[in-house]
């Protein structure tokens, strides 16, 4: 996976359709969760790694909860584009454990994403526990290019 090269932005999605989301501003690290945001809403965060698929299969610890949540939807940003071809050959499993697929069973990359185009992907289980770290593993797309960041949003348990 690419180094963090991009800081991760942190919004806070409305209890109310007129009231504006709350953006808590630009972190390093997956560790945001803390007592004073109990009664925020759901949190939307875009991991700062860019994985590129063409690279050889790789795991990274991206984020830890330091309080129980649950994730009620995750997917892929699309930074760079995906061909009409080869995408599907790679997947994403995430896990909260090395290669596991507690939170998403392994799935294709989608083909003919555009960039800023977004992929959700299934939620196999969106508990984790307080101490729990996500696992993001990438199996390698080797015949095609593409760059995503993996997108979360979550809400306090």
């Known amino acids: 996976m690419a ?4 800081l991760a932005r942190v919004v806070v999605a409305p209890k109310s359709s007129r009231d504006e989301p709350i953006l808590l501003g630009d972190i390093v690290s997956g ?6 945001l109990a009664n925020a809403g759901s949190i939307i965060i ?12 790789s795991e990274v610890v991206e984020f830890h909860a330091v309080a129980a949540l649950t ?13 009409a ?3 599907a050959e790679g997947d994403i499993t995430i896990g909260t454990a090395s290669g596991g697929g507690q939170i998403v069973a392994a799935e294709a990359y989608a083909i003919s994403q555009s960039v800023g185009d977004y992929q959700a992907l299934t939620i196999a289980s969106g508990a984790m526990a ?8 990438h199996d390698q797309a080797a015949s095609a290019a593409g760059l995503y960041q993996v997108l979360i949003k979550y809400d306090l348990d």
């Open 3 to 6: 180094e963090n090269t991009n």
């Open 31 to 36: 560790s945001i969760i803390n007592s004073r």
């Open 85 to 87: 071809s080869g995408a």
């Open 130 to 137: 307080a101490g729990d770290s996500m696992f993001i593993s």
């Open 46 to 57: 875009l991991l700062p790694t860019q994985v590129d698929i063409s690279v050889s299969d």
């Open 71 to 83: 994730i009620t939807e995750i997917g892929l940003i699309w930074q760079e584009a995906t061909p």
